[in-house]
Every structure is written in C-alpha cells, then in structure tokens.
C-alpha cells in the first residue's frame, strides 16, 4: 500500500492518493455504497462521514487524524448584559 506524507492534506492529495492505490471516488462511492457526490463532499471537507473518512484513511494508510483534522470550537464569552455592572 503506498504511504502519504502530506503536511496539510488537500483534496488534490486525497485523491492522488487514492487514484495511486487503484481506487476512483466512483469505486469508493459502489463500495460504500453512496453517492459519488457524497465521497466528494467528504473529499473536500465539505461534510462529515465517519465510515467515508475511516475508509479513505485506509486506502491512503494514514490516520484519520491526519486527513480529516477533527476543527476546534473557539468559544467566546460575551459579558452578560443582563447584569448592571
């Protein structure tokens, strides 16, 4: 299986990646079962799928982690305004 290394993994990398491991988006689509939209949503961060990424990460033998990096919520606290200071 061919190992990428990718400093930030972009789409364009997913799918080299993949198409080097001998599978299409239109495979992994017949595979999971989905559409083929839905690999791309996933490919391009656009949604979320935890049984897509999982497979994709195998395919490309890295860590999920890695290819889907899970985004941190910043939280921001706003005075309550409610209260006279």
């Known amino acids: 299986m061919l190992q990428l290394e990718v ?5 364009e990398e997913i799918k080299a990646a993949m198409r080097m491991n001998g ?7 017949d595979e999971l079962k989905v559409s083929q939209s839905s690999i791309s949503h996933v490919i391009n961060k656009r949604s979320r799928s935890e049984r897509i990424e999982n497979r ?16 941190t919520s910043l939280l921001r606290r706003h005075p309550n305004l409610s209260q006279p200071n």
């Open 56 to 71: 994709i990460a195998e395919l490309v033998g890295l860590p999920r982690d890695k290819i889907f990096p899970r985004k």
């Open 23 to 29: 599978v299409t988006a239109a495979m992994l689509a």
């Open 7 to 11: 400093k930030g993994t972009h789409p």
